[in-house]
Structure formats: structure tokens, C-alpha cells
């Protein structure tokens, strides 16, 4: 089975900066893609950022491109989300969660997703 452990999340000030973790296991980690979503209640999860393990390309949403970076180590299967100058807009429960490929995580295709992990900005 596809597990994922999350971890990393919590309070900030605005401006300041936050590490998320997502260790993932029962899957080739050299292969598919892995990201971050977003999913306000009521409305369709949304895409922030995605790596694809197989060649290491990232793509990110464009209100985070520039603040934040997803990486990955392939030796400890665990992908990171490096997220700085944050802001209150991105207080959200952040899911890590695979795609058969990028393409497929960015429409939200996801195979398997973990329970996510809560970041509140304050002003």
C-alpha cells in the first residue's frame, strides 16, 4: 500500500518561511510524479507544486512560483516543500499526493494522497 508521512506544518508569520515533509512509501520512487495540493471546502483540490521523480522537473502554481521549491531525495523517498515569504492566502491543509505524471497530478488524477498537514499564515 501507498503511505504517506507528513510532517512540518504549523504557525508563521507572514513573510517568514516553512519546510514541509512528505516521506512516501509503496511505490518505485524513481518513477511518477509527487506534489502538494490544496483543497478548500467545497471546491476542486488544487494543484501547488509537483516533481517528477523520474527526470526531477518541478512545476509550481503561479502565486508560488518564486517563494516556494519542491525537492526530493530519492534516497530517503521523501519530498520536501521549501515555502518562504509566506503569505496569510496560503494558510491551507497542504496534501502530498502522487500522479501517474506530472500532467496527470496537475489535473488532479491522483493516485494516492496523504492526510494532510495544516500551515496558518498570520498577518
Known amino acids: 500500500d501507498v503511505q504517506f508521512v507528513e510532517s512540518g506544518g504549523g504557525l508563521v508569520q507572514a513573510g517568514g518561511s516553512m519546510r514541509l515533509s512528505c516521506a512516501a512509501s509503496g511505490f518505485p520512487f524513481d518513477d511518477y510524479a509527487i506534489g502538494w495540493f490544496t483543497q478548500a471546502p467545497g471546491k476542486a483540490p488544487e494543484g501547488v507544486a509537483c516533481?517528477?521523480?523520474?527526470?526531477?522537473?518541478?512545476d509550481y502554481k503561479d502565486s508560488v512560483k518564486g517563494r516556494f521549491t519542491i525537492s526530493r531525495d530519492n534516497a530517503k523517498n521523501t519530498v520536501y516543500l521549501q515555502m518562504n515569504s509566506l503569505k496569510p492566502e496560503d494558510t491551507a491543509v497542504y496534501y502530498c499526493a502522487t500522479g501517474r505524471t506530472p500532467e496527470a497530478f496537475w489535473l488532479a488524477d491522483f493516485g494516492s494522497w496523504g492526510q494532510g498537514t495544516q500551515v496558518t499564515v498570520s498577518p
Open positions: 516533481i517528477s521523480l523520474s527526470d526531477g522537473s518541478t
